[in-house]
């Protein structure tokens, strides 16, 4: 193959991955599903919990959620929209206030370190909420 169809070929993918929804951001596709129904609909959370805990099948939305969040954590938000951010900060602090259980296994699975409990600990308190 010629070095000039390289150079295509190369700059074609370029293009095309560029021209996706924000380059090096989470999909922002469910950026519009309603976190107060599913916050106040116990089966719903629970689907959502157990998606994330691999104890039930994923929703398409969870199958996202559950492959982003390592990465969310590890750049500490870093590709989220801001409604992503404001979210998360709402479900954060309802599993914590209402379902403590639920946060501590979740902690277990996705920080047993204990290092994205430290990094965020005094964003939290910050907002009165209390690890």
Same mark, same amino acid.
């Given at each position: 193959?010629?070095?000039? &169809?390289?150079? !295509? =070929?190369?700059?074609?993918? $370029? $293009?095309?991955?560029? &021209?996706?929804?924000?380059?090096?951001?989470?999909?922002?596709?469910?950026?519009?599903?309603?976190? @107060?129904?599913? =916050?106040? #609909?116990?089966?719903?959370?629970? #689907?959502?919990?157990?998606? =994330?805990?691999?104890? /039930?099948? %994923? *929703?398409?939305? /969870?199958?996202?959620?559950?492959?982003?969040?390592? @990465? &969310?954590?590890? *750049?500490? !938000?870093?590709? %989220?929209?801001?409604?992503?951010?404001? /979210? *998360?900060?709402?479900? $954060?602090?309802?599993?914590?206030?209402?379902?403590?259980? +639920? +946060?501590?296994? =979740?902690?277990?699975?996705?920080?047993?370190? /204990?290092?994205?409990?430290?990094?965020?600990?005094?964003?939290?308190?910050?907002?009165?909420?209390?690890?």
């Amino acid at each position: 193959m010629s070095k000039i &169809a390289i150079v !295509c =070929l190369l700059a074609a993918f $370029v $293009v095309i991955v560029s &021209a996706g929804p924000q380059a090096g951001k989470y999909t922002i596709k469910y950026d519009n599903v309603d976190l @107060d129904q599913i =916050l106040k #609909n116990q089966r719903l959370l629970e #689907n959502y919990y157990n998606c =994330l805990m691999d104890k /039930g099948k %994923c *929703t398409p939305d /969870g199958q996202e959620l559950k492959r982003n969040l390592p @990465d &969310a954590l590890n *750049t500490r !938000c870093s590709k %989220c929209s801001e409604k992503q951010k404001e /979210g *998360t900060q709402r479900v $954060v602090e309802y599993l914590i206030k209402n379902k403590p259980d +639920w +946060w501590k296994n =979740l902690e277990n699975k996705y920080d047993p370190s /204990g290092n994205y409990r430290k990094n965020y600990s005094s964003e939290l308190a910050q907002r009165g909420i209390k690890v």
